[in-house]
């Protein structure tokens, strides 16, 4: 089991990265991190950028956009199949193991990009409290 679309897989990751944008814990310290980057999903022919938010009104640390037309440049580039992400943010994928497999095809400053992982893994427990709740297809 999978994604079924392109509008899934953005509709269940936009709640994602809203939990780790708003997150009194995670939010702050993405932001802090300055560490724009690019993630490719080739299966399902998308991609997001996802970048600090600085001063946002509603609280939010980080702002990303489905698009490449935005006004940043990426530090980091990742491309994974979207079950790749899922099983990441399950705590089910090892960042590191994935790239040295090829599951994930990483450019630019990935050392920055890997000292974010322990920043994330409050997330973990949370995307699978979403999965069981909305989305129990997806749960591996």
């Not at 932001?31 to 690019?38: K, N, S």
């Not at 702002?63 to 990426?74: L, N």
């Not at 079950?83 to 040295?100: K, L």
């Amino acid at each position: 089991m999978g994604f079924d679309s392109p509008e899934r897989f953005r509709e269940v990751m936009d709640q994602v990265f809203t939990i780790m944008s708003t997150d009194a814990e995670m939010g702050p310290k993405l932001r802090d991190a300055r560490t724009p980057q690019r993630f490719e999903f080739p299966d399902l022919d998308l991609v997001v950028n996802v970048t600090y938010a600085e001063g946002a009104e509603d609280g939010s640390c980080l702002r990303w956009q489905w698009t490449d037309d935005v006004d940043w440049e990426p530090e980091v580039e990742m491309s994974m199949d979207s079950e790749v992400a899922n099983r990441y943010f399950q705590g089910r994928e090892n960042i590191a193991m994935a790239i040295a497999r090829r599951r994930i095809r990483a450019s630019g400053n990935v050392k920055k990009a890997l000292s974010l992982i322990p920043i994330t893994k409050p997330v973990f427990a949370r995307y699978r409290e979403l999965l069981e709740r909305e989305y129990p297809d997806l749960l591996v």
